[in-house]
């Protein structure tokens, strides 16, 4: 069992200062975590997913959910074992060694750092759609002021727009599913009730866990709520729930409004076929199920979501990664800055809000920049998340020799072995590119060998097993 040291919330034990503010309960970061994978996020993907998937959206949301139930089992154990800021840069550098633990929050950095940039090109591109008159670099350095503004202003008014932004969107999900509900009443949808979670016409292993890959976008951020460990007044045990929890009921969502959505997709063979370069296949079935306001509800939705809430919460936790790594002295120490009255780190979130505007007004440019910032946001994810199953196994049962093999063995190589096979059936583009990032941080590592300069962490107190 653990000791009580080990659920104490505290970070003194492990060699550092309390200096961010603990004013988070639980409810705060289940929230948290459910705006950053945001309740309606199919909304924006749907014909992606739809297509990948041989029109079975719903199954390819139920896959994604399972596998990224064994990471947020992975997640809960090792903020159990250390409930401090830094996700998987902690966990594996604790876990392992200091030097995967900078190779890892490199890697992950792939993903927190692009996050913000995609919300921002994908929200200011669909309000662009529905104002032409206004630029799309407007509505972006609008949407990276706004948020730069809450987060700067502390933790807790970040959390009071989480639970704004939250309601917002369940409302306009329930409407959505009200309507379309009473469409599928009225003999308007298609294909039989299963179809969306399985078609034997369409069917195969390759096929669905190809769709997952696109599908688990739409996860990524419930691990974003290890990044508040040192703002959580809860204990590391509630801290882990919380992820799993969040996990839970977003999956729950994702596989409702899918399944609704997929019943009454109106062109259901075009889109098989041609896919969804636009992005507007939920909004057009919205529309034919309940008219063109639930098409502009629901668009308008998805834009505020992805480029207000969901990038605030992800501007939030990568300045906290960057605060981890630089207290560690494993990034530039300016970065560890933590303003004295709003108890934020100040200046790891102004450079977010920097590289985010840069990236995003640079492709805005492209054709598709939308596409290859997904791609590597899910490649760098993958990659940081197959660390963290290590962590797990090397820390609990190779370390402190746990015989919890389920929640220390198991679980953690049956996520890993998913994982794998998600990154290995990557696009190339993303291989390529997640590679070379994570090659630049290998020469980054060994140039600190170099200069003397070996990645440390401050003192660890021995943990006690579950």
């Known amino acids: 069992m653990s000791s009580p040291q080990s659920e104490a919330p505290g970070v003194e034990r492990f060699g550092y200062q309390q200096e961010l503010r603990r004013s988070l309960g639980f409810a705060d970061l289940l929230i948290y975590g459910l705006i950053f994978m945001v309740p309606i996020a199919p909304f924006g993907i749907f014909g992606s997913v739809f297509q990948s998937s041989g029109g079975m959206v719903a199954l390819a949301y139920v896959i994604g959910m399972v596998a990224m139930a064994f990471t947020a089992l992975s997640y809960a154990q090792m903020a159990r074992a250390f409930p401090m800021a830094g996700s998987v840069y902690t966990y594996a550098g604790r876990g392992i ?14 993903d927190y750092v692009l996050v913000p940039s995609l919300l921002y090109l994908v929200a200011s591109a669909a309000m662009t759609s529905f104002v032409p008159g206004v630029p799309i670099w407007v509505w972006l350095i609008a949407f990276i002021v706004l948020n730069t503004v809450v987060n700067y202003l502390g933790i807790e008014m970040t959390a009071r727009m989480n639970k704004i932004m939250l309601v917002a969107e369940l409302i306009v999900l329930a409407i959505f599913l009200v309507v379309g509900i009473v469409a599928l009443a009225q003999g308007k949808g298609h294909g039989t009730a299963l179809s969306p979670l399985f078609d034997s016409s369409t069917f195969s292993w390759p096929l669905a866990f190809g769709a997952v890959s696109v599908a688990v976008l739409s996860f990524l951020g419930f691990d974003g709520i290890s990044m508040l460990a040192e703002e959580s007044r809860e204990s590391s045990r509630r801290l882990g729930r919380s992820m799993v929890f969040a996990l839970a009921l977003a999956g729950a969502l994702f596989v409702v409004q899918t399944w609704v959505a997929a019943l009454l997709t109106p062109d259901r063979a075009t889109l098989l076929s041609e896919g969804d370069p636009a992005g507007t296949a939920f909004y057009d079935t919205a529309e034919y199920a309940g008219g063109h306001w639930l098409s502009v509800l629901t668009a308008v939705a998805t834009a505020v979501a992805w480029g207000f809430a969901n990038s605030l919460v992800a501007q939030a936790a990568t300045s906290r990664l960057l605060f981890a790594m630089a207290r560690d002295r494993q990034l530039p120490a300016f970065l560890g800055k933590v303003h004295p009255k709003h108890k934020v780190p100040v200046n790891a979130t102004f450079l977010v809000a920097g590289v985010s505007l840069v990236l995003g007004l640079y492709m805005s440019s492209r054709d598709d920049g939308i596409t290859l910032l997904g791609t590597l946001v899910n490649f760098g994810a993958m990659t940081a998340f197959l660390a963290l199953h290590v962590s797990v196994v090397v820390h609990y049962v190779v370390r402190n020799r746990s015989r919890d ?34 090659a630049i941080g290998v020469v980054i590592l060994a140039g600190s060998y170099m200069m003397g300069r070996r990645p440390t962490l401050s003192a660890v107190t021995p943990e006690a097993n579950e």
Not at 428 to 437: E, K, P
Request: hydrophobic share 75%.
């Open 97 to 110: 060694a200091a030097p995967v633990g900078f190779l890892a929050g490199w890697v992950i950095l792939l």
């Open 405 to 438: 093999w389920w929640r220390h063995l198991v679980a953690p190589a049956i996520g890993f072995l998913i994982l794998l096979y998600v990154v290995i059936n990557a696009s190339i583009a993303a291989q390529v590119l997640g590679f070379v990032w994570l």
